[in-house]
């Protein structure tokens, strides 16, 4: 199996694209080949089998943002302000590629657990925000609330205006696309995060 090259990297943009909107099973080979402009022959070639293409898509994907959350946390400073990064760094992952919570609903849509090649990713970015969720409690910075559950609402309240962001836009009538929505609603997830896991809850929160 051959990942590189041109034909390799138009397999797997086209391979993103037509699993976040059809699903694995009703992406076809013949679709992904015809949208990368490549033989039938391709997929078999570059990755071995349609199942390590959406494989392969899946660990780029979610190595991606693992690095990213990773790079995020790793940047010193106060604990509000490494939360922030978190938070913008997984809403500028959700702008670069925006097929990601399309792929992982239509997989638990299935019935079944998320896509394997995505569970050392998840399990990482699970790691990376307690890590700072603890820090912050060891510095005093942060009270003694639960880091996983902390973490869990960092993450939830993210992926959730990604996935809702367009019934919630026709629900109001109000845009929320484009950088400047997202940085707002990024900032009010990390101000309210931050108000509700600090010690002093009174203090600024940024």
Do not use: C
Not at 70 to 98: C, Q, T, W
Not at 127 to 132: A, L, Q, R
Request: a positive charge; charged letters at 20%.
């Amino acid at each position: 199996m051959n990942h590189s090259g041109a034909t390799a990297g138009r397999l797997l943009r086209s391979a993103r694209r037509l699993f976040a909107a059809r699903g694995y099973d009703q992406a076809s080979v013949r679709a992904i080949t015809r949208a990368a402009r490549a033989n039938l022959g391709a997929v078999t070639y570059h990755f071995g089998s349609k199942w390590n293409l959406y494989a392969t898509v899946v660990d780029h994907m979610f190595a991606t943002l693992a690095d990213r959350l990773a790079g995020a946390a790793a940047a010193p400073g106060p604990a509000a302000d490494r939360i922030a990064r978190l938070v913008e760094a997984m809403f500028a992952f959700f702008a670069d590629y925006p097929e990601a919570p399309r792929i992982m609903m239509h997989a638990l849509a299935r019935g079944g657990p998320p896509p394997e090649a995505a569970l050392p990713h998840l399990r990482r970015n699970l790691t990376t925000i307690t890590g700072v969720i603890r820090d912050g409690q060891a510095t005093g910075e942060l009270r003694a609330v639960d880091p996983f559950l902390a973490t869990f609402t960092l993450l939830s309240q993210s992926i959730w205006f990604v996935v809702a962001r367009r019934v919630i836009a026709t629900a109001s009538g109000r845009s929320l696309d484009g950088t400047a929505a997202a940085a707002a609603v990024a900032r009010h997830i990390t101000d309210g995060a931050v108000r509700a896991f600090r010690a002093d809850p009174q203090g600024d929160p940024r």
